[in-house]
């Protein structure tokens, strides 16, 4: 990357000009205090309980209704809307997948209404999940988190669904579109209607949202390259159903739930053309553009059901009960992807479907046993099971019609199945050492059971099935398990009663993809063509390493009556890095320590009571420790660092926001190993979007321009894609993928 003296005046003149706020969330009326400081009046339950962000030794940002719907109404779509928010949040894919898009250089855990969405199986679908229209607020704990396990290394999105309000009848509904203006193709549309209403016994909220997308193009005007590695959003259709309910059963206690539809797939008439023969795959990538035509048996897709139940009572022998029930099934389809060898081109043309379910419950229990100790303390269970296969088309079709006309040959397996049991107990304090100081600290302690099942090799499946081989053996599934501890302890100082100081130390673990690393094996065919086992990476022989974090950080939070501003400073060290090889897309676990360092910071302030500027930073380094010296991580990994910034205006029935993103560039010495062709570089890019918003008589309507000055860029997921399968999949123009050129939108929203 940069040389760290560059990064460090970059961060030097960025820290003179900003210092970062949290985003005020609405309380309930029952919760607020006019006479206290705003930041004792918010809270965020991503801690696990209801608790002030005062009291928090971490940085945490809350992103109200009210920001969201500014973003979401003018075009925007979540992965967009917390990138520009959120300062340690990379900018977006602009795709289905969010992989890559991490939160101080790391992957994150996404959950709705406390539930992850996050698997053992590492598919970045996470942001892939809800609809905007459904969303109240969202609420981020930057950094390592050792309240929530596996996974919540870079940090924890807790996105709140709406619900209903009582005494109330409400009925929402909202139109909108939005175009490029490059052809009839370049048009999305979508369209939500929510009812809620009850008293003050039981209340419900009924939803239904609805969008499309259509063809996307660049800033030149050129149309943006269909992403057939982790699938893209153009030519889709989705829908969100979701339905909820609050019941207050008596006094202290209350159930409510929740149940959501989401389904999110290509419309099945558009693919990538890849040239008769596949010949813009294997000699001319000009031949590779979208088409219609398509006929598959298989498309991208994302279907999820969940399900949730909550029961809260506020007096179980002295304490809060937070009991939770949950259950989640969702099946992933990929783009039908096509498989190379230098001698023969393309072999094999296949798509994978992987699908998840899993079920749980969390119990936690909120005491007070003086006035200046609280105590949090509970335990989660969850059971995971995946299982995947991979359908492969007619070649010859697929070859004659170029990858449009997919007709299924067979199916095998794709990844080995497997399960994974969890059961983690924890306690977590919060002292009042003072009026000035509090105390945080807690340990989790989680075992896990993973078993994995017989699995033939992948490449020796297709080989039989395609008669190649008459048979072969099985690698032995079987079954580990782990125990981990993670501890995590913070002191926060109130220096006023608008500003905090803090210093924290927290604990995360991460265990890498099961189904990619086991299911692996040498073979070596006999003269009737069976294959023999001769080597393999089974559980039984192979234990899976876990990775486990150390983040250290300290920060600042100050919020007033027109200055709100937070910073803090993170240092993040893993005893391990997980690699991709790029010839089979498995990976291995290296035994090379990992560290991440960085600043995010955010400064709003209120130049008059209509006008408002504001900035936000981050700047991070990352570095894997190579025999005795630290080299920068490969940017197939690492994060680019960020800056945004913008100057609002609100007046009485209107408001205008515009908004500038600036991704830096990123450069590393350490060359992704099987792409030696490639520089091992980000490139820099700006965009600026103007949003608005006018207040008729009746509703309220929406606008934005994106990308307003028309910029040509690649996106981040689109440069690391070229890292990941150029030239072993195809050239690097064809995972080329370009981020979208200007775009006006228009949205119409009202209730009654």
């Given at each position: 990357?940069s040389?760290?003296k560059?990064?460090?005046s970059l961060?030097?003149?960025?820290?003179l000009l900003?210092i970062?706020?949290?985003?005020?969330?609405?309380?309930?009326?029952?919760t607020?205090n006019?006479?206290?400081?705003?930041?004792?009046r918010m809270?965020?339950?991503?801690?696990r309980?209801?608790?002030?962000?005062?009291?928090?030794s971490s940085?945490?940002w809350?992103?109200?209704?009210?920001s969201i719907?500014?973003q979401i109404n003018?075009?925007k779509e979540?992965k967009?809307?917390?990138?520009?928010l959120v300062?340690s949040?990379?900018?977006?894919?602009?795709?289905?997948t969010?992989f890559g898009?991490?939160?101080?250089g790391r992957?994150m855990?996404v959950?709705?209404d406390?539930?992850?969405?996050n698997?053992?199986?590492?598919?970045s679908?996470?942001?892939?999940?809800?609809?905007p229209?459904n969303?109240a607020r969202?609420?981020?704990?930057?950094?390592?988190?050792?309240l929530?396990?596996?996974g919540?290394?870079?940090?924890?999105?807790?996105?709140i669904?709406?619900?209903a309000?009582?005494?109330?009848?409400?009925?929402e509904?909202?139109?909108g579109?939005?175009?490029?203006?490059?052809?009839?193709?370049?048009?999305?549309?979508?369209t939500?209607?929510?009812?809620s209403?009850?008293?003050?016994?039981?209340k419900?909220?009924?939803?239904?949202?609805?969008q499309?997308?259509?063809?996307?193009?660049?800033?030149?005007g050129?149309?943006?390259?269909f992403?057939?590695s982790?699938?893209?959003?153009?030519?889709?259709?989705?829908?969100?159903?979701?339905?909820?309910?609050d019941?207050?059963?008596d006094q202290?206690s209350?159930?409510?739930?929740l149940?959501?539809?989401?389904n999110?797939?290509?419309?099945?008439?558009h693919?990538?053309?890849?040239?008769?023969?596949?010949s813009g795959?294997?000699?001319?990538a000009?031949?590779l553009?979208?088409?219609?035509g398509?006929?598959?048996d298989?498309?991208?897709?994302?279907?999820?059901i969940?399900?949730?139940?909550?029961?809260?009572?506020?007096?179980?022998l002295?304490?809060?009960l937070y009991?939770?029930?949950?259950y989640?099934?969702?099946?992933?389809?990929?783009?039908?992807?096509?498989?190379v060898?230098?001698?023969?081109?393309v072999?094999n043309f296949?798509?994978?479907?992987q699908n998840?379910?899993?079920y749980?419950a969390k119990?936690?229990l909120?005491s007070?046993?003086?006035d200046?100790?609280?105590?949090?303390?509970?335990?989660d269970?969850?059971?995971?099971s995946?299982?995947?296969d991979?359908?492969?088309?007619?070649?010859?079709?697929?070859?004659?019609?170029?990858?449009?006309?997919?007709?299924?040959d067979?199916?095998?397996?794709?990844?080995?199945?497997?399960e994974?049991?969890?059961?983690?107990?924890?306690l977590?304090?919060n002292i009042?050492?003072?009026d000035?100081?509090?105390?945080n600290?807690?340990y989790?302690?989680?075992?896990m059971?993973?078993?994995v099942d017989d699995?033939?090799?992948?490449?020796?499946?297709?080989a039989?099935a395609q008669?190649?081989?008459?048979g072969?053996?099985?690698?032995?599934g079987g079954?580990?398990?782990?125990?981990?501890g993670?501890?995590?302890?913070?002191?926060?100082?109130?220096?006023?009663?608008d500003q905090?100081i803090?210093?924290?130390y927290?604990?995360?673990?991460e265990l890498p993809?099961?189904?990619?690393?086991?299911?692996r094996?040498k073979?070596q065919a006999d003269?009737s063509?069976?294959l023999h086992?001769t080597?393999s990476i089974?559980?039984?022989d192979?234990?899976?390493?876990g990775?486990?974090?150390?983040?250290?950080?300290?920060?600042?939070?100050?919020q007033?009556?027109?200055?709100?501003?937070?910073?803090?400073?993170?240092?993040?060290?893993s005893?391990?890095v997980?690699?991709?090889?790029?010839a089979?897309?498995?990976?291995?676990?290296?035994?090379n320590?990992?560290r991440?360092?960085g600043?995010e910071a955010q400064?709003?302030?209120?130049i008059s009571?209509?006008w408002?500027i504001?900035?936000?930073?981050?700047?991070?380094?990352?570095e894997?420790?190579a025999e005795?010296?630290w080299i920068?991580?490969?940017v197939a990994?690492a994060s680019?660092?960020?800056a945004?910034?913008?100057?609002?205006?609100?007046g009485?029935?209107?408001?205008?926001?515009?908004?500038a993103?600036?991704?830096f560039?990123?450069?590393?010495?350490?060359?992704?190993?099987?792409?030696?062709?490639?520089?091992?570089?980000?490139?820099?890019?700006?965009?600026?979007?103007?949003?608005?918003?006018?207040t008729?008589?009746?509703?309220?309507?929406?606008?934005?321009?994106?990308?307003?000055l028309?910029?040509?860029?690649?996106?981040?997921?689109g440069?690391r894609?070229?890292?990941?399968y150029?030239?072993?999949?195809?050239p690097e123009?064809?995972?080329d993928?370009h981020g979208?050129g200007?775009?006006?939108?228009?949205s119409?929203?009202?209730s009654?």
């Open positions: 990357m040389s760290f560059g990064q460090l961060v030097a003149s960025a820290v900003s970062a706020p949290a985003v005020i969330a609405e309380t309930t009326p029952s607020q006019t006479t206290a400081p705003a930041m004792e809270q965020v339950t991503a801690s309980t209801p608790t002030s962000i005062s009291d928090l940085t945490v809350v992103i109200d209704e009210e719907s500014e003018s075009g979540i967009d809307m917390l990138a520009q300062p949040m990379d900018v977006s894919s602009q795709g289905r969010n898009q991490n939160m101080r992957a855990i959950l709705i406390g539930i992850s969405m698997t053992s199986r590492g598919i679908r996470q942001l892939d999940s809800i609809d229209f969303i969202i609420e981020v704990l930057a950094g390592a988190s050792a929530y396990g596996g919540a290394l870079g940090g924890v999105i807790n996105i669904t709406k619900k309000h009582a005494d109330t009848t409400f009925i509904a909202q139109a579109v939005k175009s490029g203006f490059n052809s009839s193709e370049d048009l999305d549309y979508r939500a209607l929510a009812v209403g009850g008293n003050e016994v039981l419900g909220r009924l939803s239904a949202a609805w499309d997308v259509g063809q996307s193009f660049d800033g030149n050129e149309p943006v390259m992403d057939i982790q699938t893209g959003l153009q030519y889709t259709q989705s829908y969100d159903l979701m339905g909820s309910f019941w207050q059963v202290d209350q159930i409510s739930g149940l959501q539809a989401y999110n797939e290509s419309d099945g008439r693919g990538l053309y890849l040239g008769q023969n596949f795959v294997t000699n001319d000009t031949l553009e979208t088409r219609s398509l006929e598959a298989r498309a991208p897709a994302t279907d999820r969940l399900a949730n139940i909550n029961y809260q009572s506020e007096n179980v002295g304490q809060t009991l939770q029930g949950f989640r099934k969702e099946a992933l389809d990929f783009h039908p992807f096509p498989y060898s230098p001698d023969v081109g072999y296949s798509a994978s479907a998840t379910q899993l749980g119990l936690v909120e007070q046993p003086t200046t100790i609280k105590l949090t303390w509970g335990v269970y969850d059971h995971e995946f299982d995947s991979q359908m492969s088309f007619d070649l010859d079709a697929a070859n004659q019609s170029g990858g449009l006309v997919m007709r299924q067979f199916t095998t397996g794709r990844y080995v199945d497997f994974v049991e969890s059961i983690a107990a924890f977590q304090a009042k050492l003072s000035t100081f509090v105390l600290g807690g989790r302690y989680q075992n059971d993973n078993s699995f033939i090799g992948y490449n020796q499946q297709v039989i008669g190649q081989a008459t072969a053996d099985a690698i032995k079954s580990t398990d782990y125990n981990i993670l501890f995590n302890v913070g002191l926060v100082a109130k220096l006023s009663r905090q803090w210093i924290n927290s604990q995360g673990f993809d099961l189904s990619k690393f086991y299911g094996g073979y003269s063509s069976y086992l080597d089974n559980i039984n192979t234990r899976l390493d990775i486990k974090t150390d983040s250290y950080e300290i920060g600042w939070r100050y007033a009556n027109r200055w709100q501003a937070q910073a803090s400073a993170y240092y993040s060290i005893d391990k997980i690699e991709v090889n790029s089979d897309l498995t990976i291995d676990v290296k035994n320590d990992k991440n360092m600043i400064f709003n302030f209120d009571s209509d408002q504001g900035t936000n930073l981050h700047w991070v380094k990352s894997i420790k005795h010296d920068d991580e490969t990994y680019p660092s960020k945004t910034a913008f100057l609002g205006w609100r009485d029935k209107q408001h205008v926001r515009l908004q993103q600036h991704s560039h990123a450069k590393s010495d350490y060359r992704f190993k099987a792409n030696d062709g490639l520089d091992s570089e980000l490139t820099a890019y700006t965009t600026v979007d103007l949003l608005g918003s006018i008729l008589p009746v509703g309220e309507l929406s606008y934005g321009i994106e990308n307003l028309d910029k040509d860029y690649t996106t981040l997921w440069e894609a070229q890292y990941f150029s030239p072993a999949y195809g123009a064809m995972f993928y979208r200007r775009t006006v939108s228009l119409y929203l009202v009654w």
